[in-house]
């Protein structure tokens, strides 16, 4: 990512010495004004626990926290429209709905 002209910022939450969740932010070097939220995830076991809500508080103070995010003013970010709790979450920090992404898949020919 850094090749690509990209600071990653990331946060990792952990139980004990177990991994149970990460969130990353993508900041690009060339366009800082809008800021990219990629992956949040948690372990299934530790859903409902708050550990996504402290992931992304965590990330956002890091975010913030670099001067290259001086001229930042937007954070985007996308969710599966039927992941309720992370759209409820993501509602909590202000997001609002923008855009609708349709994504298509199939099979390597």
């Known amino acids: 990512m850094s090749e690509q002209g990209y600071i990653l910022v990331r946060s990792l939450a952990r139980a004990g010495e177990e991994a149970v ?8 070097r060339s366009d800082p004004e809008i800021v990219h939220q990629d992956d949040t995830f948690v372990e299934e076991r530790v ?12 990330n956002a103070r890091l975010l913030m926290s670099l001067p290259e995010s001086a001229g930042s ?3 985007q ?8 709790p992370m759209l409820a979450l993501n509602r909590s920090f202000g997001f ?14």
């Open 21 to 28: 969740g990460y969130t990353e932010i993508l900041l690009s």
């Open 47 to 58: 859903r409902g626990r708050g550990v996504g809500r402290a992931l992304k508080v965590a």
């Open 73 to 75: 003013r937007i954070l």
């Open 77 to 84: 970010t996308y969710t599966e429209p039927t992941n309720t």
């Open 96 to 109: 609002e709905e923008a855009d609708v992404l349709t994504v298509l898949e199939g099979p390597l020919a």
